[in-house]
């Protein structure tokens, strides 16, 4: 019997998305987590500004953090605002939190955060998954694979 698929997390504003994380990747996990911010930062995304293209999530001391995520400083933030490129901690549930800790320690996995969004209550979020590093001849196939649907797609499109 077929496992039944979870249900999506609600997004309302994505804000920031790392688009290369699904080339580079294999995702197995993928998980909500909170993010925790200071104010100016919350402005920041809600202009719409951030990038979490470099960056990746590390466990440490029974907590998880977003390290390298780019938020840029609130145009008219003043002697407060934030450094753009702190640990930011990420809110998870402890279960949660021991779950991914044995897979990045055991299983040599890696937290990889896919995109950064509004839920519709107005809070900050962050998709987490769990991956596995492709190789290169793993890339290699899945362009062949997407290159293969776009022509299938085309031909089924021309035939009718």
């Known amino acids: 019997m077929a496992r039944p698929k979870p249900t999506p997390f609600d997004k309302q504003k994505i804000v920031a998305e790392n688009r290369r994380a699904r ?3 294999h995702i197995e996990d993928v998980y909500e987590a909170g993010l925790a911010l ?3 930062e919350v402005k920041s995304l809600r202009f719409g500004e951030g990038s979490i293209a470099e960056s990746y999530a590390d466990i440490r001391n029974g907590e998880v953090w977003l390290i390298n995520a780019n938020i840029p400083e609130f145009s008219h933030g003043n002697r407060h605002n934030h450094e ?3 640990p930011r901690k990420l809110l998870l549930k402890e279960r949660e939190i021991e779950k991914l800790f044995g897979a990045v320690e055991r299983k040599g996995m890696t937290l ?3 995109s950064v969004y509004f839920n519709s209550r107005g809070r ?3 998709e987490l998954a769990l991956a596995k590093g492709k190789q290169t001849h793993d890339k290699r196939a899945s362009i062949k694979d997407r290159d293969w649907k776009r022509d299938k797609a085309r031909l089924m499109r021309e035939k009718g």
């Open 124 to 126: 900050a979020k962050v």
């Open 84 to 86: 753009p490129r702190r």
């Open 23 to 25: 080339y580079d990747y």
């Open 112 to 114: 990889v955060p896919l």
């Open 38 to 40: 200071q104010g100016t």
